[in-house]
């Protein structure tokens, strides 16, 4: 288990409403995810203008492990997409994956 | 997307005692969060004297993403007030936001 | 809240079949893990030669805070014993511990 660059990833989390999970999971896919992991999960927050509040029972929590370009490209969608009319915070940080050749 | 100095933050992830959610809940907003995200878990830790392990469906897994400053102020309010009676881990990482000006 | 050398860990993400739940729970505490926080997860992944899909409602995803070495020895271990058979994603990274004397 080195430390060996080629296993670098980026870990994109994506945290929104729970009502748009399939049209998400559909632009994870087209955009070059190979796999993500979803959670239910529920808490508060908010974001832009429209400051809203999310519902405590219809969130869900996305990872994705992907290239540092993928998860660009999924960022930028995401957010040109969604962030005016969902309640999403998106992040990232780097991991080091075991076997990485399929992400 | 770039790593802009500007758009990293502090995650903050606090795994505890579901017994205790509502009032962590009040802190974390007192202490500056502008929001979290919390997930139902379970498992199993040893800390402190109490040795405790944890029940096994009663966990919750509480994520911040804050200010550096702010993840040092919930830490230091947590460790203080619940390390001693309650089973609880903390640790921050930090990460990307995207769009971070409300976090 | 010092960023002190001796505060990090590593937190080991573990993403697989909920089947192999309790023998993995085995292998990690054998392995030197001092806890581990469990969550249900669904979602969809593909590796290695089986390509196989992940069910969407059978998978756990296991976080384990632990020294470099204990991380390295679970995640050797569980390459050698269950990607050959098991879908199974693992990830690490570098995170700071509150009180780590424990993990």
């Given at each position: 288990?080195?430390?060996?660059?080629?296993?670098?990833?980026?870990?994109?989390?994506?945290?929104?409403?729970?009502?748009?999970?399939?049209?998400?999971?559909?632009?994870?896919?087209?955009?070059?995810?190979?796999?993500?992991?979803?959670?239910?999960?529920?808490?508060?927050?908010?974001?832009?203008?429209?400051?809203?509040?999310w519902d405590a029972s219809s969130n869900i929590r996305i990872e994705v492990v992907c290239s540092a370009d993928t998860a660009a490209a999924i960022a930028a969608h995401l957010q040109q997409h969604y962030y005016a009319n969902y309640a999403m915070i998106i992040f990232m940080s780097d991991v080091e994956v075991l076997r990485p050749e399929k992400f």
């Open positions: 288990m080195r430390a060996d660059i080629d296993h670098m990833r980026k870990l994109l989390t994506i945290v929104t409403e729970a009502a748009i999970e399939s049209t998400l999971v559909r632009d994870l896919e087209r955009l070059g995810a190979h796999g993500y992991t979803i959670t239910e999960a529920r808490g508060k927050g908010s974001r832009g203008v429209r400051n809203a509040g």
